[in-house]
């Protein structure tokens, strides 16, 4: 069985290792947990934010970059090839793991492959798979713009049943050029996400690929924050292999697009800001890639929906 924090650790130990030149920081806490500094008191890097990518999906894919042009504009976007979408995706990617902290205002949400291992409270995305890790070490990945306090740490290695100093765990604010490239890299999981809330066997995927636009940044978290899942919603195509029917295909893919939802048509900010700043108070069929291509195995048939927004993006990024 694939253990999904042993694979990742491979690509912690890299960046241990060369931890200065990928842009990276490197802190022990007390209790002898590893922090891996990728964007907030440290710049992080183009290096840096593809080996953050990459253990998010447990190591099993990979993580490229390539042109994305906006009208005359060359920016960036990041390639994600993922092998196995179940452990990959659904078991680590996902930020699903909330834990709450006492005397902060909002609750660390965990990525990674220690979610896999966390015996305590598992998130309600493992009903999905039955997946489960069984490993010494623990990984796990937070979006965040404040350090990772020793109790934090220590509540994370607990409930994955790891000694602290087997802890490592990886942070990038969303003003970060790490978390920029991270978030776009969610393309393939926030495609599987859609189709499992749509009813669809995840079981039946077989591999997944995708890009993501990577928006410019600016030193604002809320700005950061709504260009990034712009990124997602506007700028982001994903193709997911499956074993399925055609029938199934084609039902399905017209609703895991943004463009279904009655949202759709405006930068995620404003939409955001209308919610009252409430993620739960945004129409769940919106957290959805901007285009999708399901291919089916069984017939050789490919069904395709949605379309990049190059209107919404640039309205969003200039």
């Not at 793991?97 to 291992?117: D, F, M, S, V, Y």
């Amino acid at each position: 069985m694939i253990s999904i924090n042993r694979e990742a650790m491979k690509v912690v130990r890299e960046i241990l290792a060369s931890a200065d030149a990928l842009g990276a920081g490197v802190e022990t806490l007390f209790n002898g947990a590893t922090v891996i500094d990728m964007g907030l008191d440290i710049k992080g890097g183009w290096r840096a934010a593809r080996l953050y990518t990459l253990i998010t999906i447990a190591g099993l894919g990979e993580v490229s970059y390539e042109p994305f042009m906006i009208g005359d504009k060359s920016l960036s976007a990041v390639r994600v090839m993922i092998d196995h979408p179940m452990e990959g995706c659904v078991a680590s990617q996902i930020a699903g793991w909330r834990l709450e902290e006492a005397g902060k205002e909002h609750a660390a949400i965990l990525a990674g492959p220690g979610r896999a291992l966390n015996q305590d409270s598992l998130d309600h995305y493992f009903e999905w798979t039955d997946y489960r890790d069984d490993h010494h070490e623990s990984v796990v990945a937070i979006q965040t713009s404040e350090p990772v306090s020793v109790s934090l740490a220590d509540t994370i290695a607990s409930s994955c049943r790891v000694e602290a100093d087997d802890l490592y765990i990886l942070i990038a604010p969303n003003r970060s050029l790490v978390c920029a490239v991270q978030v776009a890299a969610r393309i393939v999981e926030q495609t599987i996400h859609r189709m499992a809330e749509e009813g669809f066997d995840l079981e039946l995927v077989r591999f997944a690929s995708g890009f993501g636009v990577i928006p410019p940044l600016i030193d604002d978290d809320l700005v950061s924050m709504g260009r990034i899942n712009d990124s997602l919603l506007y700028g982001g195509a994903s193709t997911i292999y499956v074993d399925s029917t055609d029938e199934v295909c084609a039902d399905l893919v017209e609703r895991v697009v943004s463009l279904a939802s009655d949202a759709y048509g405006r930068p995620f900010v404003e939409i955001y800001e209308d919610a009252d700043r409430d993620f739960y108070n945004i129409p769940i069929d919106l957290h959805s890639p901007a285009e999708v291509h399901i291919n089916n195995l069984a017939s050789g048939n490919t069904f395709s929906a949605g379309r990049i927004n190059y209107e919404v993006l640039t309205e969003s990024f200039f």
